[in-house]
């Protein structure tokens, strides 16, 4: 995502001819999309987009599950904290 986010900032400055980016080579204003192609191609592969979502799906059920405790006051005393 920062990687867009910076393209799109490098972009724009490159197109409005605003600072030192207006000078730079195009292949070098657009090399961060380039470079998040090949990071979300990594995370996916790698299995790091899958790791993070079932980490946050995990949390969420844990949240859930000690909300549901604490309401019906089965909460442990050191989770009470």
């Keep these: 995502m920062y990687f867009l986010l ?28 380039a470079l998040a192609v090949a990071w979300w191609a990594w995370a996916d592969k790698s299995g790091y987009t899958k790791r993070r979502e079932i980490d946050k799906m995990a949390k ?4 859930r599950i000690d909300r ?6 089965m909460l442990s005393a050191k989770k009470r904290k």
């Design 6 to 33: 910076i393209g799109v900032a490098a972009l724009l400055l490159k197109y409005m001819e605003i600072g030192p980016v207006a000078t730079l080579s195009w292949w070098i204003v657009l090399s961060p999309f």
């Design 60 to 63: 969420r059920k844990q949240h």
């Design 68 to 73: 549901q405790r604490d309401a019906m006051g």
